[in-house]
């Protein structure tokens, strides 16, 4: 029987990659989308080529009704949820004096809170078939800290505990929990940096590039393939050995 996926946040970016490369593996796709419904249906007219079953799904998933309604709608659609990425996520870069209330919450409930709701879902269907995979889409920020990014350095940094301590909860019941915790990828959500601050980072970058997304899927899809059956509670930064 086919694996079925679902990916949050993935009608571009690295969610749009984990999506395009999973779909290689003819599994069933469910794509989240909350603003970019055009890219998520090219992206789903994209992957349908490979000869997968897959749909789209409208949610915000830092609204716990709205998460739940996405894992309903793959089970209904599906059957089942074998894989959950929680890719979904937001950055700013701001002086710590100047960030306000809202903008914490807005950066926690969209970087961790999406990712608890959605997967305290999940896995009420995994523990029913005592089997799973939950990956989570940190950062080396989460890792590292970074100045200016006081606050998505905290949540990126949550994700990381979370994934800790939900592995060896679920892990008795042979659900699997792991982090990815990509390096500065070439993404529209990097796209605020200027050339300097691009230069400085290659300067820091071993590899001297910036990453791409279908490296960070390719890692993820590795995650979610039976080779990573004993693999649980890590944290894998592909980062081109950034401040390793």
Known sequence: MKKTAVITGSSLGIGAA????????????????????SEAFKLLEEI????????AVKADVSNPKEAD???????????????????AGISSQKLFTEISCEELDKIFKVNIYSMFYCTQAAVKDMLKRHCGKIINISSIWGITGASCEVHYSSAKAAVIGFTKALAKELGPSNITVNCVAPGVIKTSMNSFLNNEEIKSILRDTPLGRLGYPREIAKTIKFLSSSDSDFI??????PNGGIFT
Do not use: H
Request: aromatic letters at 4%; proline letters at 0%; one cysteine or more.
């Open 69 to 87: 309604n996405l894992i309903e709608k793959a089970i209904e659609q599906f059957g089942k949820v074998d894989i959950l990425v929680n890719n």
């Open 48 to 55: 349908r080529k490979n000869e997968c079953m897959a749909i």
């Open 18 to 37: 984990v999506a395009r490369e999973l779909s290689l593996e003819k599994m069933n796709i469910v794509i989240n989308y909350n603003n970019s419904k």
């Open 232 to 237: 649980t509670g890590q944290i894998i930064s």
